[in-house]
């Protein structure tokens, strides 16, 4: 056996050994950067002082606040998006709305037709002399030395950076991410999980939402309930402050500077064409842009629903976070958070795909709940059907109890065909000519979670199979009310990765009718429909029951060898004809039945894989 690993590792140290020193020469630069300033497309299509923008309700909006705002008494106007076709034509409308600036900044893009659609908006912005930035984590981002040398020769207006790329390149095959892990763990670790969409300093998009089918619910069979802010107002100069330092940062890499890149472009002096997209699904697409076009559709799903509000702020930590552990002012994001959640007098409303809290956020929540009139904390999370990252759920699934009990949370883990509280709706209804809403039930100010018929494709993670069929959803939003009377909406996981290795960002509203708003939509992702309810496991043999939790809560506490299977708590699922109830009501058991450990879930392997990475991954939890 040792053998054996030993042929398997040795070529692998030879591998980070040669890419370790395989960073170009200033010349190798210097040669590609001449074809680059000697082909580039300099064709403007525009040239008007505006750039030939297309008129906006939501830029214009944002110019409002902006000219209404003060030092004194800033305002701003918000906007909660949380369906996935607005929150995408709201992208289109602004980027053909632009006059002056785009910058970009997201942790995955994806070739698929969400990714192409915006990354052709993108070029068409910057061809009509928009200056257009893209900063893209480069580990999920644009794998493809061929498109990237075109996009390096697109428009003299257009740049992109890939952030931390591995041994310099664009692309990471599986020995280059293998090396990478073993010969620099702490800087290969360290992501860039910002998002954020910034139009000419005045109006942003932060969130959770990156560019792929799966976060836009274009997917045919795995998608993201997911959630963004649009705010335009002063806070776009915390925005465009935040994008500067990490584009000047030096782990934002020109495309000249990446080996493959560098190397396609020195090959080749003559530009390649931009390529037109390949659409899988082309209807949909048009549809789309049909409605981002729309001034009726536009003011129902995007201006109506807006709020007018005073104090916004938008943080981030800085790009140096990991080479600063613990650092003031590179964790700025992550240290406010946790402020806002110790201070915490009523409620915490908690939204979140990975339920595997950091040592100092245990600590705050253990601390809130020893108050003499602790606030209830209520939790929003996925479960092992639900999830693309099992690995990680087996980590929330280990502390269960603790969560329970010592930090009083209140846990609903989403179902995977969560029905949501929004009716199907067609975005082609949405035409033009016809310009409707849906009805009440489902109107833009108040649906949470619209489920459109327009079916894509994605890559990703592979979520367990299940016992049932259909398309179905994981979580993915990041959101947190607190008190009801101010909100964050983010890329903040709430656990150990976001606090200490990736760089985050989100947006922080103080105002009580955006909370309330933010609170709905949150809970009704826990209403019995959408989510299974942890609860303690119901005593039956009230001897050997106490004999069994005592022997749960020694294992629990192990950092290894946790093998004891039965658990503190499981899932329940509520019967028909009953009302709601807290856990801790005495009617729980009256009104819910448990539905196992893992409910749906049809893979034995994966029920296996999780038991194993409780009882040993714990180690992990930080990376996961």
């Not at 830029?59 to 008494?73: G, I, M, N, R, Y």
């Not at 998009?205 to 045919?220: E, K, M, P, S, V």
């Amino acid at each position: 056996m040792f053998s054996h690993f030993r042929r398997l590792i040795l070529p692998l140290l030879l591998v980070v050994t040669a890419l370790q020193g395989c960073t170009l020469s200033k010349a190798q630069i210097r040669r590609a950067d001449a074809v680059v300033a000697a082909t580039v497309d300099r064709q403007q299509s525009c040239h008007q002082a505006d750039h030939c923008a297309q008129p906006s309700p939501l830029l214009q909006a944002a110019d409002q606040a902006l000219a209404a705002s003060t030092p004194a008494h800033p305002v701003h106007v918000v906007t909660l998006l949380g369906d996935s076709e607005p929150a995408l034509a709201a992208r289109v409308n602004l980027i053909r709305a632009a006059r002056r600036s785009i910058d970009v900044q997201t942790y995955i893009w994806s070739q698929d037709d969400v990714g192409q659609l915006v990354l052709d908006e993108l070029v068409r912005a910057a061809r009509r002399g928009v200056q257009v930035r893209i900063l893209a984590d480069q580990l999920f981002s644009f794998n493809d030395p061929d498109l990237l040398d075109a996009l390096a020769r697109a428009s003299v207006n257009l740049k992109v950076r890939l952030y931390n790329p591995t041994f310099h390149k664009a692309r990471t095959p599986p020995l280059d991410f293998a090396a990478g892990v073993l010969c620099c763990f702490m800087q290969f670790n360290q992501r860039m999980h910002n998002k954020l969409m910034l139009v000419d300093n005045a109006i942003g998009i932060a969130g959770g939402r990156n560019y792929q089918d799966r976060y836009f619910n274009w997917d045919d069979t795995f998608d993201y309930v997911d959630r963004d802010v649009m705010v335009g107002g002063p806070a776009a100069d915390a925005m465009a402050a935040s994008f500067e330092l990490f584009w000047r940062h030096k782990r934002a890499v020109p495309l000249t500077h990446l080996r493959d890149v560098n190397r396609r472009i020195v090959a080749d002096h003559v530009a390649p064409p931009w390529p037109a997209p390949h659409y899988r699904k082309p209807l949909r697409v048009a549809q789309l842009l049909q409605a981002a076009e729309d001034p009726a559709w536009l003011r129902a799903w995007l201006v109506e629903p807006s709020h007018e509000v005073g104090e916004v702020e938008y943080f981030s930590d800085l790009p140096a976070k990991v080479d600063d552990p613990g650092g003031k002012r590179t964790a700025a994001f992550t240290r406010h958070i946790m402020q806002m959640v110790s201070e915490a007098r009523h409620e915490v409303l908690l939204q979140t795909p990975y339920l595997v809290m950091s040592k100092k956020a245990q600590h705050i929540f253990r601390t809130l709940h020893r108050l003499p009139d602790p606030p209830r904390v209520i939790v929003s999370t996925n479960s092992l059907a639900s999830t693309d990252a099992f690995a990680v759920y087996a980590m929330s699934y280990k502390h269960r109890k603790r969560y329970l009990k010592k930090f009083g949370f209140e846990i609903h883990e989403m179902k995977p065909h969560a029905p949501g509280p929004a009716v199907d709706y067609e975005l082609a209804n949405f035409g033009a000519d016809t310009a409707q809403v849906p009805t009440a039930t489902a109107t833009p100010a108040n649906a949470s979670r619209t489920r459109f018929h327009l079916l894509g494709s994605g890559r990703g993670n592979h979520p367990a199979p299940l016992r049932s069929e259909g398309r179905r959803s994981g979580l993915h939003a990041k959101s947190i009310v607190i008190d009801d009377d101010f909100s964050m909406v983010g890329s903040h996981n709430f656990d150990p990765r976001s606090d200490h290795y990736n760089t985050e960002s989100g947006v922080i509203v103080y105002d009580h009718a955006f909370a309330d708003e933010l609170r709905q939509a949150i809970l009704r992702d826990t209403e019995p429909q959408n989510a299974w309810v942890i609860a303690p496991r119901q005593p039956v043999v009230p001897v050997l029951t106490d004999i069994n939790q005592a022997i749960g809560a020694v294992s629990e506490s192990l950092p290894f060898f946790d093998l004891w299977p039965f658990r503190y708590a499981t899932s329940f699922d509520l019967k028909p004809g009953c009302p709601p109830l807290r856990a801790s009501d005495p009617r729980f058991y009256e009104c819910y039945r448990p539905v196992g450990d893992f409910p749906d879930v049809n893979l034995p392997t994966k029920r296996i894989i999780t038991r194993l990475i409780t009882a040993f991954g714990v180690g992990a939890k930080g990376i996961l």
